[in-house]
């Protein structure tokens, strides 16, 4: 990649290079062929001008074309062009190459188109007509001494193109070339330098993404660069992060699981195996026990398959209009019993009259209970735990306020993530199995709705979920 983006840079440089000196080397060849071509033209027209006052003189002296011919012929091999001479009857009194005199003239005995030049027995200079003059812009002046007319070809030059640039090489043509491979080689170690700078980055990037690839996502991408390469550098850091987190997020999540199910399958299993050794008899405090491991085990189950559901976004949500008040309240009062077992107050703050808003009813009440659940587990004896209701625009907000032990600032973006304990020392049997705020939180977001969370250390903590009063792409039940 490194020798091919060389490469690349190099063969641009070049083809820039060549087409820029090319293009200078065309136009100064088109001004040269022009300004030659401009030249001849004048050239001929003089050669014309001289020609009429030649002829003029010679039928002056001579009173008549009688000899003009040998003239004709000289001025033919000289300016090699077809010369032909008219008396005042249009009758060829001579032809540069002899083979049309004595017959009447007429634009059509030659292919050539041909200049047409009055000649003046008085030595006047009258209009020349050239070829392309045809219509004239310009009436010929006609005199009554009028004594013959003189055409003669004029035809593109001969080895003109060749002139030209032979004329612009000569001239120009090796500063073209010198210049070029200066430039070329400018161009080298412009692309060296430069292929240098870019692809320092990008082997970094190539080195890292490696290490990723691997699984090693501790690596980061130094630069200093505040251009492009910086921001992608920043937003591969940044990606880098992400991944290291969801590792470990993954690693820790396939542990917790282990560790979830292991527990109540090892006391199944023990239980099973004393009852089969004799040592535990099979009666209804064991059975109690065996269905309570079992019913922890179902839970935990489900609560997985919801969240496997809720993130391929499969999670259907029946939304049929409810009273948020009377669900609330049927929450809270069935989390009373648990709270007055660790001595703790549960109030709930609720507006009379509330609307009905589009939810389902069950998710709901699972995002509360999960809410409570995880006040009561966090608030300590004599706390107290406040539940509250908020009308806003478009929506409805439901508050679960403790006076719990609270949450530090640093795991406030993590208290959603599955399997997250802010006390890390904290057993499945005291401190849940961590799934409660993540399925509180796909639930309030299927709902179309948010969830947010502030706390402070010692004095308690705060959270809060809107639902919309329409639910989005809903079902109806």
């Given amino acids: 990649m490194v020798h091919s983006l060389n490469l690349r840079l190099l063969a641009a440089f070049t083809i820039i290079i060549i087409v820029t000196i090319g293009a200078a080397f065309f136009f100064t060849y088109q001004t040269t062929q022009n300004e030659i071509t401009a030249m001849g033209e004048k050239l001929e027209l003089n050669q014309d001008t001289r020609m009429q006052m030649e002829l003029s003189r010679y039928y002056q002296f001579f009173?008549?074309?009688?000899?003009?011919?040998?003239y004709i012929v000289q001025w033919g091999q000289l300016y090699e062009r077809r010369i032909i001479l008219t008396d005042a009857n249009r009758v060829i009194v001579a032809d540069s190459t002899e083979a049309l005199t004595g017959d009447i003239y007429n634009e059509n005995l030659l292919d050539d188109e041909m200049a047409e030049i009055p000649i003046s027995a008085s030595g006047q200079l009258l209009q020349i007509i050239l070829p392309n003059d045809k219509p004239p812009t310009l009436t010929a002046i006609i005199s009554h001494d009028m004594v013959g007319t003189l055409y003669i070809t004029h035809a593109e030059f001969p080895g003109i193109s060749s002139t030209a640039l032979d004329i612009t090489y000569n001239s120009i043509g090796s500063y073209f070339i010198w210049g070029g491979l200066v430039a070329i080689g400018i161009a080298v170690l412009i692309t060296f330098f430069l292929s240098r700078r870019i692809l320092s980055p990008v082997k970094a990037l190539i080195n890292v993404s490696r290490q990723y690839g691997k699984g090693d996502f501790s690596k980061r991408i130094?630069?200093?660069?505040?251009?492009e390469f910086g921001e992608l550098a920043s937003s591969f850091n940044l990606m880098a992060d992400d991944l290291e987190r969801i590792q470990n997020l993954r690693q820790n999540m396939v542990a917790d699981i282990a560790h979830e199910l292991r527990t109540p399958?090892?006391?199944?299993?023990?239980y099973l195996e004393a009852i089969k050794d004799g040592v535990v008899k099979p009666n209804k405090a064991t059975i109690r026990s065996l269905n309570e491991e079992a019913e922890t085990l179902s839970r935990l189950v489900a609560d997985l398959q919801e969240l496997s559901l809720a993130d391929a976004g499969e999670l259907k949500i029946i939304a049929q209009p409810e009273d948020i008040g009377r669900l609330v309240k049927d929450t809270v009062t069935n989390s009373q019993p648990k709270a007055k077992v660790k001595g703790l107050k549960i109030t709930a703050d609720l507006p009379k009259l509330l609307p009905l808003i589009n939810i389902d009813a069950h998710h709901i009440k699972q995002v509360m209970g999960n809410l409570l659940d995880n006040a009561i587990e966090h608030t300590s004896k004599n706390g107290e735990i406040t539940v509250s209701i908020e009308e806003q625009a478009g929506s409805v907000a439901v508050t679960v306020a403790d006076t719990g032990e609270g949450i530090p600032a640093e795991d406030l973006p993590l208290v959603f993530e599955r399997f997250y304990r802010v006390d890390k020392s904290r057993a499945?049997?005291?401190?849940?199995?961590?799934?409660?705020?993540?399925?509180?939180?796909?639930?309030?977001?299927a709902h179309g709705g948010t969830i947010t969370v502030t706390s402070e250390v010692g004095k308690g903590s705060i959270f809060t979920f809107t639902l919309p009063k329409t639910v989005p792409n809903a079902p109806a039940a």
């Fill in 428 to 445: 499945r049997t005291t401190g849940g199995s961590g799934l409660g705020l993540t399925i509180a939180k796909r639930l309030v977001e």
């Fill in 63 to 70: 009173d008549s074309w009688n000899g003009i011919q040998v």
């Fill in 222 to 227: 130094e630069s200093k660069d505040r251009g």
């Fill in 265 to 270: 399958l090892s006391n199944l299993k023990g």
